[in-house]
């Protein structure tokens, strides 16, 4: 082998081995260590699971009632859903069971006062109406002991559109004969053309002359009007 080969060779070799101890030496800079407000840094933040409130309204009344259902025991106003809004006894005073079906149905009634007519029959008396229902406060005459209104329905929906009914789903305009046999009761005829139809008997144990519940009136056979409570039986 020649001197230059050998000279050549010898040269690589000391590169090699330069450029391996550069590599293996430790770096003179020093390895930066993690500041104290890195280290303390809030972690990211979990999502809330609390909803968040909103500022929309209550929604009205009006617009979930549906029904408003008349038997013999009381008014109860009956949402889309079929559940109850509220149920008002005739036992109620008469101011009071008007606000809460107003507070139910979102509509306020029309208030009357009527002077007595005489004759025995009917006293001084004030009307809740809401278009086709009216509270009369106090009752009638023949309005049995311990309820303090009647209620009377002359049309089948309020001009709210909340459909006026029985429990059994009967409504003004229906005839005398199909109105009887869906409430379970029977036609009377008084021999005047207008048919009475006893339902929703409140006191069954009770003798017949004093039954009372609510009652549908029929001109032409045909429903005119749906009136409760009442005595069945009453002179007036």
Do not use: H
């Not at 617009?63 to 109860?76: E, L, M, N």
């Not at 429990?167 to 008084?190: M, Y």
């Amino acid at each position: 082998m020649n001197l230059t080969r050998v000279a050549a060779l010898a040269a690589v070799v000391l590169i090699s081995a330069a450029s391996l101890t550069a590599c293996s030496l430790p770096s003179s800079e020093p390895t930066p260590t993690p500041t104290a407000a890195a280290a303390t840094a809030d972690p990211t933040p979990e999502p809330s699971t609390e909803p968040t409130p909103t500022s929309e309204p209550a929604p009205d009344p009006s617009t979930i009632a549906d029904f408003i259902v008349i038997s013999g025991s009381g008014v109860g106003v009956v949402a889309m859903d079929s559940s109850s809004l509220v149920q008002i006894p005739y036992s109620t005073d008469g101011a009071t069971a008007a606000a809460l079906l107003a507070a139910a149905i979102g509509v306020d009634p029309v208030v009357a006062d009527v002077a007595a007519t005489g004759g025995g029959c009917s006293g001084n008396y004030r009307t809740y109406e809401w278009g086709g229902l009216q509270f009369r406060s106090p009752g009638a005459i023949t309005t049995p002991g311990g309820q303090s209104f009647n209620a009377t329905v002359t049309a089948t929906a309020t001009p709210g559109g909340l459909e006026l009914t029985t429990v059994s789903s009967q409504r003004i305009g229906a005839l005398a004969s199909d109105f009887a046999a869906a409430v379970g009761s029977v036609v009377n005829e008084d021999g005047s053309g207008t048919s009475y139809i006893y339902f929703d008997r409140q006191n069954p144990d009770a003798p017949d002359y004093d039954a009372w519940g609510a009652l549908g009136l029929a001109t032409g056979g045909v429903v005119a009007k749906i009136i409760a409570p009442l005595y069945f039986y009453g002179d007036c």
